[in-house]
């Protein structure tokens, strides 16, 4: 591992500061879940660390106001078991529950888990054998055409088909979260929807980040559909496995007719992916198996497949229309 | 092998748990450090008691532009240590403290035999920087047991017969004393789903989950 030089500020301010002095090379590092582990297999090999975790404004948890507030530092296991959170918004405790392990939960961040990058095997263990434009910008795609089982359907361009690793950024996706990031030239508010790039030409550009810009806060407004909610994960194993299909949903229902329906899907797409189209087959209609099902084939009628992973689809399909009724039926209850 | 996973002769054996369990953890550091045959150049202080004890902490095996110094607390005794800011605290215990009851597995964060407690929270030690341990307080498989006696936890792997090569044992116990703690083991279906992280490839995992279930109804009557 590359030397780096190490600092442990106690304020954003300082931690901005520190950053701007350091130049390039300098990175921000959390729970350092991903960025150690990137630093071991030497896909990141920073000059400077900026460790962010001394700041103890970073670190509140506000769920009384009707807007939700996760101070970026929070760990993943404390806002899981926070009790609002837990109770009123299953959607984002299971998306964080069902994630990682205890203990990477309790290392990793809410901040820094919106940042977490891909686990295409092509990219994490690939170096100096295959092909990565993520790792090499312009060296090729060895997933393309190679072992893609793992790779997604949605979002993909002919550079890169890398997955957006994450659960919580697709609940928060699908909540229509924000996130505040604080950087040299101060503070700013962002859809979480702009935090994440498709690959297009450039797959190494991942976050709508300018450098030296950090996640400082995450905001999740309220709203009537949080209770009937559900983060549906399909994983090779029952527990402790990144998705092979995953979908957010949130609905509102007044009678039996869908007022407001909110979804996103992970395990399938280049960025958090929500599915407008289909939020649309589902507003206004009345819920039953067969809408359910019609929203889901609407969520992947744009997906393209590779050789290996065409069952992401079909998979997929059906975890929306599950996630749909585990939805309908808790904001019933 | 077999006597360590009996109950009956595990406190005869050298080397065993019960045996190790013996030893003053000055004497178990101290044990281990010479065996490797390294200097004496860092003190720790027990956190409790007024007189400093030497200790032996091996040296930066090479030259850092970027060292600095650690102060943190490891099995309630006072650490000083000077660095380099690579350092995952796994290589920390075992290079540096030489407590190598903590073992590294995949060195990834995806198998859990690395497990150790800070500030009582059950962590992956390989993808923790020990800089990071600042001011923070560490507990290993050394420092679970209570002098001679072992850890309920400990006691209930032995009982349960739930480990075959041992290697991922001290990762699942540390992660299985938190477990009970956090109130994860409502059901056995709960303890399953709270231990995912901690991997056995030997697959003991009937034997783990009775050995929680046995270890938590006495941890909550102490």
């Keep these: 591992m590359q030397p780096f030089s190490y600092v442990r500020p106690s304020t954003v301010q300082e931690a901005v500061t520190a950053f701007s002095h350091a130049g390039a090379g300098a990175r921000y590092i959390a729970g350092g879940t991903t960025l150690y582990d990137m630093m071991k297999l030497r896909i990141e090999a920073p000059a400077s660390l900026i460790d962010v975790t001394a700041i103890e404004e970073l670190d509140k948890i506000e769920t009384h106001s009707d807007v939700l507030r996760f101070g970026a530092r929070a760990l993943m296991a404390e806002v899981a078991a926070n009790e609002v959170v837990a109770r009123d918004y299953p959607v984002l405790a299971e998306a964080l529950s069902k994630a990682a392990s205890q203990q990477l939960r309790n290392m990793a961040t809410v901040g820094g888990n919106l940042l977490q990058r891909t686990r295409c095997m092509y990219f994490r263990n690939g170096e100096g054998v295959y092909p990565c434009n993520k790792r090499e910008p312009g060296s090729g795609c060895a997933a393309i055409g190679g072992l893609d089982r793992g790779q997604a359907v949605l979002g993909t361009s002919p550079a890169c088909t890398a997955v957006s690793p994450g659960d919580w950024p697709v609940a928060l996706t699908a909540m229509g979260a924000s996130v505040e990031v604080v950087g040299p030239s101060g503070s700013r508010m962002i859809p979480i929807n702009d935090l994440y790039l498709l690959p297009g030409n450039s797959p190494h550009l991942e976050f709508g980040l300018i450098p030296g810009e950090m996640i400082t806060l995450i905001t999740v407004p309220k709203n009537g559909s949080a209770r009937g909610s559900t983060y549906h994960k399909i994983r090779d194993r029952w527990s402790y496995a990144f998705a092979l299909t995953s979908a957010a949903v949130a609905l509102e229902i007044q009678g039996s007719i869908i007022r407001n329906a909110r979804i996103a899907l992970g395990g399938v797409a280049t960025r958090p992916w929500r599915a407008a189209e289909a939020e649309r087959v589902l507003n206004g209609a009345r819920l039953t198996p067969e809408t359910a099902l019609e929203a889901g084939r609407a969520a992947f009628a744009g997906a393209t497949a590779g050789s290996h992973n065409a069952y992401k689809i079909e998979l997929g399909i059906q975890t929306v229309s599950d996630a749909i009724l585990i939805a309908a039926e808790r904001s019933r209850s | ?222």
């Design chain 2, 1 to 222: 092998m077999n006597s360590i996973r009996n109950p009956d002769n595990a406190a005869e054996r050298p080397g065993s748990f019960a045996e190790s369990a013996k030893l003053s953890r000055r004497a178990v550091l101290g044990a281990s450090a010479v065996g490797a045959g390294v200097a004496v150049v860092a003190t720790a202080f027990p956190a409790s008691a007024g007189d400093a004890v030497e200790t032996e902490i091996s040296p930066l095996p090479f030259p850092s532009p970027n060292a600095l110094m650690l102060h943190t607390t490891v099995n309630s005794v006072d650490v000083a240590v000077e660095i380099d800011p690579r350092t995952s605290l796994l290589d920390l215990l075992r290079e540096r403290l030489h407590l190598t009851g903590t073992k590294k597995g995949c060195d990834h964060g995806q198998c859990g035999a690395c497990t150790v407690h800070v500030d009582g929270r059950r962590v992956a030690s390989c993808l923790t920087l020990a800089a990071k341990l600042e001011g923070r307080d560490v507990t290993t498989i050394e420092g679970l047991s209570d002098g001679p006696d072992l850890h309920p936890m400990q006691q209930a792997f032995i009982d349960h017969d739930a480990l075959q090569c041992g290697y991922c044992t001290s990762g699942q116990i540390m992660a299985a004393v938190a477990c009970v703690r956090e109130g994860h083991v409502a059901s056995r279906e709960q303890i399953r789903e709270y231990m995912s992280g901690n991997i056995c490839r030997c697959g003991a995992y009937v034997g783990i989950v009775a050995a929680i279930e046995d270890a938590a109804r006495k941890m909550e009557r102490t």
